[in-house]
């Protein structure tokens, strides 16, 4: 069945404006206030249905309306829709398995349709009893329990509670994000986030007809890349939700003695003074020469992109993650950078989600949670934005 093609209309026993409550939850969500594509396509496909225009929710009428696309597009040479219904279902799935998962609607988009269900949550708390209406049971004997017994019962309850308690910060991490991030947020340092400045020129005067280079004015240390600032926003909502503590810097706040107080994240990394900690590192993304492109201990890989346009624009990147004992900071530290900002953002969503590092490390080496490591990423571009990453490169030592 192709998408877009099962028609489905709302329960009568769920009111629209219960549904439209549950739709702004979703939408001011860190899963999907990053991405004002998914939250278009998320509340249009939700506002036709609840007007009871299902049947138009065809892949065509949703790039036209949504991605602007030409009303003669053709669906099977243009995927932007496909691949942003893959993405917002993916991105409910996280929603409804942390920070929606006890709300009393769930908003779901079903495989092989863009029709949006509408449903009462399983998990969804229970109701409080109105006042005056609770049940109230008939009273029982109680047996009488002697002052000793009493002790005696709150103190075995104390040591489970204690027990449980110290199970809970010691045992080990059980999914595979945990396990990434565990050797970088041990102890109570903040983790420290550092965003790379994109050198920008400027021509002076805006209105110079016939510019000369040397008329053009270097802005090393105003602008951070788009892609940058996304995955800082990723990183700063995994944090949020793991209760851990961060500190951002930008470009040139960043020192030396920053990166040996504690774990550090450094991010677009490559474009900056920097680059020069992860030089030495089997994988490095190599900027000085054309095309650019990921190195192999120093030597040219097929890892490039010989046909990169001035303007960044490109349909495919490179990305390196990196996970080290630092010799020279003596901390943990992370590097997440592409060649362009596209990589740079598939490596953030590949380090703050599950299921990517799980797939990305099924066929690490035993022990790899406490190993140094590096992770070459492939990351196709459709319509200006990322998809997930694929692993085509790893290192362990």
Not at 88 to 113: C, H, T
Not at 282 to 292: A, G, M, N, Q, S
Not at 293 to 310: A, E, F, V
Request: net charge neutral; glycine share 8%.
């Amino acid at each position: 069945m192709a998408e877009g093609d099962r028609d489905f209309n709302r329960p009568s026993h769920l009111p629209e404006e219960r549904i439209r409550e549950e739709l702004n939850r979703i939408l001011a969500s860190h899963e999907f206030r990053t991405s004002k594509r998914s939250q278009d396509f998320l509340r249009y496909v939700v506002d036709h249905t609840l007007r009871g225009e299902a049947d138009l929710l065809k892949e065509r009428t949703i790039g036209v309306d949504v991605f602007g696309r030409s009303s003669d597009y053709d669906p099977s040479d243009d995927a932007t829709v496909r691949v942003k219904a893959g993405e917002v279902r993916k991105r409910l799935g996280l929603y409804y398995a942390e920070q929606g998962a006890r709300n009393p609607i769930r908003i779901d988009l079903p495989l092989g349709s863009y029709v949006p269900e509408f449903r009462e949550s399983e998990n969804r708390a229970a109701p409080a009893q109105p006042s005056g209406e609770a049940s109230v049971s008939p009273p029982q004997a109680q047996p009488k329990m002697r002052l000793g017994t009493r002790v005696a019962a709150g103190a075995v309850l104390l040591a489970v509670l204690s027990a449980a308690f110290v199970w809970l910060r010691t045992r080990p991490a059980n999914t595979p994000l945990d396990q990434f991030w565990a050797p970088v947020l041990t102890g109570n340092a903040p983790l420290l986030l550092c965003a790379a400045y994109v050198p920008v020129y400027r021509l002076e005067p805006d209105t110079n007809p016939h510019p000369r280079a040397e008329d053009f004015v270097p802005l090393p240390d105003q602008f951070v890349g788009g892609g940058d600032l996304i995955a800082i926003s990723r990183l700063t909502a995994m944090l949020a939700r793991m209760g851990r503590a961060y500190r951002l810097k930008v470009g040139n706040d960043v020192s030396f003695q920053d990166l040996r107080t504690g774990p550090a994240v450094l991010v677009g990394y490559s474009y900056t003074r920097w680059r020069e900690i992860s030089r030495e590192m089997r994988f490095f993304i190599d900027t000085t020469r054309l095309p650019l492109g990921i190195t192999d201990n120093g030597s040219p890989t097929r890892w490039s992109l010989p046909k990169l346009p001035p303007d960044r624009h490109t349909d495919e990147d490179y990305a390196i993650v990196s996970r080290v004992f630092h010799p020279d900071t003596h901390a943990m530290l992370v590097e997440l950078a592409g060649i362009t900002q596209y990589g740079t953002d598939g490596a953030a969503d590949l380090v703050t989600r599950s299921d990517l590092l799980g797939e990305a490390l099924r066929g690490a080496p035993s022990g790899w949670q406490n190993k140094n490591l590096q992770l070459v990423l492939h990351v196709k571009v459709i319509a200006g934005a990322p998809t997930s990453p694929k692993v085509v490169a790893t290192h362990f030592w």
